[in-house]
């Protein structure tokens, strides 16, 4: 028997389309490494008819009353909801994660069109009446345009709600790139936008990878670009969509410490820090993946952890809702992070906990690494340093705050850091030490919330404007001043 492997189509206006491409991508349940999707790497030529689709529903959308589009954006949210857990299940089955975190992928997302629900709220300008002698001032913020964002395979439905909500509320058409990794549940997100009654063209979905990028990067009808991804690739997109002329935010890679001060309280601090390391097999921006027990307290942190590994459960994610660790993403992620575990030894660190050795209920074929714990990791190593997004913690030691803010702030990243403390004082001293964006005190993923623009610094961020919160619309639209002047026959007889 023959099973047909399902051919993934792109939104194009209202139409699910299949081009003729020369190359398709394969999507894998990661838990089995079985085909399940095909997916068409798509070209310039179909981005050139998403940008058409686009222009032609901006005329329109963009004059819409803010009031009119948060309708619609409150009848998407209400489907969500209606569909939440089956978007769950389209994440774990395509990029491996548990099902738990798969609804938190989506919920973050939710929340994010919650927000877009407010735009008549978020996008209002200010006034100042008698700016100057009978001058009144306006400010107004008006769309850009066709806006593109392209997005990584980590987090499938959270990611891209980030964006096109936000940029839609406010009034500009969207092109929307997924992951060639997780096509499926962007084509979800998408299906539910138009059943939500979103005119034609708003939305368009084109797959592909590096030609629709830089097609997208250098069409003249695209006046706005977000990216989120690693960060060689966001420097390729910040500075080719800049040098044409877009506007750019572009979100880049991570290398997050967690610092577990001696006063720290014991069982919460191992529960964060077990989620930051290992949750999503760590293949988070966000993820906690240097741990720096300060002081004695090292050696007991590193204890309770390696027991908190023993009793973690890797398994299936796609078979089974226990699980509490899934697979990473592909077979060249899992080679990639195997190959920081010999690189680790090399290096002379200490392997406590070795993800080699897995449980052989696991499908042969999955993409499963276990959960790794080195210790004394070094400063100024490929560990200490690299990004290896996976489910490896790097233990480091230093003798106090100060030494573990020098090591951390040596890293040209800066996305995220959390400290583990009970005094005010110690988290007060690493909250503004810390260089990066997000910053987490007895919170072990200092988590984008829609409510707030998430920030990156360093090489974790290229632009100004970050993503969602109140930058997300300062981004996805530009600022008018209006200073009139009226005459007035009032004015006149009061002798103003
Ligand atoms: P990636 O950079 O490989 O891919 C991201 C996007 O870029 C995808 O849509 C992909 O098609 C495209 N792309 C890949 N190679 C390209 C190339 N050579 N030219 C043009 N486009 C290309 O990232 P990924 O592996 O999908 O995701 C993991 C990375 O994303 C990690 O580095 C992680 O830290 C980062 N990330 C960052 C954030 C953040 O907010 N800072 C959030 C999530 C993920």
């Not at 797959?207 to 670009?225: E, F, K, N």
């Not at 877009?246 to 964060?272: F, H, I, W, Y």
């Not at 690299?386 to 913690?393: A, H, K, R, Y």
């Amino acid at each position: 028997m023959t099973t047909t492997i399902q051919e993934v189509p792109m939104l194009i206006g209202k139409q699910w389309v299949h081009p003729t491409v020369a190359e398709f991508g394969s999507i894998f349940n990661p838990s089995r490494g079985q085909l399940i999707a095909r997916v068409p790497l798509g070209g310039p030529a179909d981005v050139d008819a998403a940008v058409q689709a686009a222009q032609k529903a901006f005329a329109s959308w963009s004059v819409t009353p803010p009031t009119k589009r948060a309708g619609y954006m409150f009848k998407y949210r209400a489907l969500l909801e209606e569909h939440f857990e089956e978007l769950a299940k389209i994440v774990t089955l395509e990029n491996g994660k548990t099902l738990d975190e798969s609804r938190g992928d989506v919920r973050r997302g939710v929340e994010v069109v919650e927000l877009a629900c407010g735009i008549g709220e978020l996008a209002k300008g200010e006034s100042l009446p008698r700016v100057a002698d009978q001058i009144d001032g306006v400010t107004m913020r008006e769309p850009i345009g066709v806006c593109a964002g392209i997005t990584p395979y980590n987090f499938p439905a959270m990611v891209p709600m980030w964006m096109f909500p936000i940029a839609i509320a406010c009034g500009n058409t969207f092109i929307l790139k997924p992951s060639e990794k997780v096509p499926l549940t962007a084509n979800r997100l998408a299906e539910l936008f138009l059943a939500a009654g979103f005119p034609e063209g708003v939305l368009n979905v084109v797959h592909g990878g590096r030609a629709v990028v830089d097609a997208l990067c250098t069409h003249p009808g695209i006046v706005a670009l977000s990216f989120v991804g690693s960060t060689k690739i966001a420097e390729h997109v910040y500075v080719l969509g800049t040098q044409h002329g877009k506007r750019v935010q572009a979100a880049g890679g991570a290398k997050n410490v967690m610092v577990v001060m001696p006063d720290a309280e014991p069982d919460s601090t191992l529960r964060a820090v077990m989620g930051a390391a290992f949750g999503c097999a760590g293949q988070r921006c966000m993820a906690g993946s240097i741990l720096m027990g300060v002081g004695e307290t090292a050696s007991a942190v590193q204890k309770r952890v390696a027991e908190a590994i023993d009793a973690l459960k890797v398994a299936d994610t796609s078979a089974d809702p226990s699980a509490q660790m899934g697979p990473v993403i592909d077979a060249p992620a899992k080679q990639r992070i195997l190959s920081y575990l010999d690189l680790g030894q090399k290096e002379g660190a200490q392997l406590v906990r070795d993800g080699r050795k897995l449980p052989g209920s696991l499908p042969s074929e999955g993409y499963f690494v276990g959960p790794t714990l080195f210790d004394n990791v070094q400063p100024g190593s490929k560990l200490a340093a690299d990004e290896i997004f996976g489910p490896v913690l790097s233990m480091m030691r230093p003798q106090n705050l100060q030494e573990a803010l020098a090591w951390a702030n040596r890293s040209p990243y800066g996305n995220g850091a959390s400290i583990f403390t009970t005094s005010g004082r110690h988290a007060r001293e690493f909250s503004l030490g810390i260089q990066c964006g997000m910053i987490g005190v007895n919170v072990g993923v200092p988590a984008p919330m829609a409510l707030f623009s998430f920030s990156g610094w360093g090489r974790s961020f290229f632009g100004d404007l970050h993503v969602q919160g109140h930058e997300g619309v300062m981004f996805y639209t530009r600022q008018k001043v209006v200073l009139s002047r009226w005459d007035s026959e009032y004015r006149r007889t009061q002798g103003w």
